[in-house]
């Protein structure tokens, strides 16, 4: 048997699943176990409880709430890339959603558990992260919401209390006709990425009115490239403005690791963001790496 | 010792009932061990090679990625749910014996379980997007030639025969 010795947990609501992080010492939350499930096979962690959220009610849901997005922590990532909604009001989470591992793992793979995971090259977080998105978190004295950009503590962890469960996600909603791309460099499809970038602007006579850049895979969580964010903003968009404008992220601070130096990731930072700010842009239709897939 | 659930599951139409399982048992090794149905191939278990791939409730899933008690009132689909009979082969299966959609064999229960569901949400697709379907099954052999052009033969057959 691959998996170590735990006891197994089916709570079935979300007060009752708060009650037994509570009450229960080195438990693990199983959300779509694409992550946990190949860690507990390979016995890299082992809970002594693992607590199955897929039986919990009403986790599961996409809203459109006066402006802001809301997603239920246990809603499955093929549900949010198939929902019309989501297509319409938030281009940047279906670009990016097209990017994670495969149909068979966004079939399990919910979007919670991808939050709470915190994998630095998750297409989620980033989009949570460029989004400005806020994590409703349900602990013993009820709910509080946490700004993303305070979410994570560090590298797999999220800044939340051992008896808390993230519920949902809200992403405030950019204005209709915003323009959004995500683009990430890996191996192979599917991968995880070495680097991503994602971008969204909002173009008002020809300007640039607001701008968010986002990196991925560089640090322990993605980074905003706040610098590129200030020098585009007011500008006419063009490939030569993102150009120089990107050349900033070579100074992000970027780790390194047995797929990629810093430097190499510092290079990717540059090269992806100024290829998703033009792809949002529209000034990439015919680039070369802007295959159609 | 490990804690122990019964669990109800119907697979290929069977319905198994309070099957006694440990509560860390993946349903992968359940389907092969407790159920004998060794069609189902385990290759890398953890998550990247795709050959344990079934139908939960009709979309695809790594079985290695999940607990038998979470199949606990589901319904599965293993390759040995495919065929419609016992003498008959599903279009898909006679698809990939014609166009030597199979080498080994290791690779191809996962492939055939994906491209069903694949196949039913996407009846004509392009050869991109059969590879971007696939992408997630790994075939050691690397006959993805043979596999995509079966794959494709396969959209056209149960195009003009609709199950």
């Known amino acids: 048997m691959k998996p170590p010795p735990f006891q197994y947990h089916d709570p079935k609501t979300v007060a009752e699943a708060v009650g037994l992080l509570g009450t229960l010492d080195n438990a693990k939350l199983l959300a779509g176990g694409q992550s946990l499930m190949p860690m507990l096979n390979m016995r890299f962690v082992l809970p002594d409880h693992v607590i199955d959220l897929n039986r919990v009610d009403g986790l599961s849901y996409i809203k459109e709430n006066g402006g802001t997005l809301e997603i239920g922590?246990?809603?499955?990532?093929?549900?949010?890339?198939f929902s019309d909604l989501v297509r319409?009001?938030?281009?940047?989470?279906?670009?990016?959603i097209m990017h994670i591992g495969h149909r068979q793992t966004r079939n399990r793979g919910t979007i919670g558990g991808s939050l709470c995971h915190l994998d630095p090259a998750a297409e989620l977080v980033s989009v949570a992260m460029a989004m400005d998105a806020t994590v409703v978190v349900s602990g013993p004295n009820g709910q509080r919401e946490i700004k993303f950009a305070d979410f994570p503590a560090g590298y797999?962890?999220?800044?939340?209390?051992?008896?808390?469960?993230?519920?949902?996600?809200?992403?405030?909603?950019?204005?209709?006709?915003?323009?959004?791309?995500?683009?990430?460099?890996?191996?192979?499809?599917?991968?995880?990425?070495?680097?991503?970038a994602a971008a969204l602007l909002a173009i008002d006579g020809g300007k640039i009115a607001r701008a968010s850049v986002t990196i991925g895979g560089v640090a322990v969580a993605p980074v905003r490239a706040t610098d590129v964010e200030k020098q585009i903003t007011g500008q006419a968009?063009?490939?030569?403005?993102?150009?120089?404008?990107?050349?900033?992220?070579?100074?992000?601070?970027?780790?390194?690791?047995?797929?990629?130096?810093?430097?190499?990731?510092?290079?990717?930072?540059?090269?992806?963001?100024?290829?998703?700010?033009?792809?949002?842009?529209?000034?990439?239709?015919?680039?070369?790496?802007?295959?159609?897939? | 010792?490990?804690?122990?659930?019964?669990?109800?599951?119907?697979?290929?139409?069977?319905?198994?009932?309070?099957?006694?399982?440990?509560?860390?048992?993946?349903?992968?090794?359940?389907?092969?061990?407790?159920?004998?149905?060794?069609?189902?191939?385990?290759?890398?278990?953890?998550?990247?090679?795709?050959?344990?791939?079934?139908?939960?409730?009709?979309?695809?899933?790594?079985?290695?990625?999940?607990?038998?008690?979470?199949?606990?009132?589901?319904?599965?689909?293993?390759?040995?749910?495919?065929?419609?009979?016992?003498?008959?082969?599903?279009?898909?299966?006679e698809a990939f014996r014609d166009n030597h959609g199979l080498q080994c064999g290791f690779c191809t229960p996962g492939m055939l379980t994906t491209l069903l569901e694949f196949l039913r949400d996407n009846p004509d697709p392009t050869e991109q997007e059969v590879r971007i379907a696939?992408?997630?099954?790994?075939?050691?052999?690397?006959?993805?030639q043979g596999i995509v052009l079966a794959a494709l033969d396969a959209a056209k057959r149960m195009r003009a025969t609709p199950a």
């Open chain 2, 1 to 93: 010792m490990s804690e122990k659930r019964a669990i109800t599951v119907t697979v290929n139409g069977t319905k198994y009932e309070r099957k006694e399982v440990p509560v860390r048992i993946t349903l992968a090794d359940f389907i092969r061990y407790d159920l004998g149905l060794t069609g189902t191939h385990l290759g890398c278990e953890h998550g990247v090679c795709g050959a344990c791939t079934i139908l939960l409730d009709g979309k695809s899933a790594r079985s290695c990625l999940m607990l038998a008690v979470q199949a606990d009132g589901h319904e599965i689909l293993t390759v040995e749910g495919i065929a419609p009979s016992e003498d008959k082969l599903h279009p898909l299966q």
């Open chain 1, 156 to 196: 797999l962890t999220p800044s939340i209390e051992l008896n808390e469960i993230v519920t949902a996600v809200r992403l405030p909603l950019w204005p209709a006709g915003h323009k959004s791309a995500f683009v990430e460099f890996s191996r192979r499809h599917g991968d995880f990425a070495i680097v991503s």
């Open chain 1, 237 to 293: 968009p063009s490939s030569d403005l993102f150009r120089k404008a990107c050349e900033s992220c070579r100074s992000i601070e970027a780790m390194s690791d047995i797929h990629a130096s810093a430097d190499y990731r510092q290079h990717l930072a540059a090269v992806l963001s100024r290829r998703a700010l033009e792809k949002a842009a529209g000034l990439a239709e015919n680039a070369p790496w802007n295959r159609k897939h």
């Open chain 1, 73 to 81: 922590a246990m809603t499955r990532q093929r549900d949010v890339e």
């Open chain 1, 88 to 96: 319409a009001k938030c281009p940047l989470l279906h670009q990016a």
């Open chain 2, 134 to 144: 696939i992408s997630g099954n790994l075939c050691r052999c690397t006959g993805y």
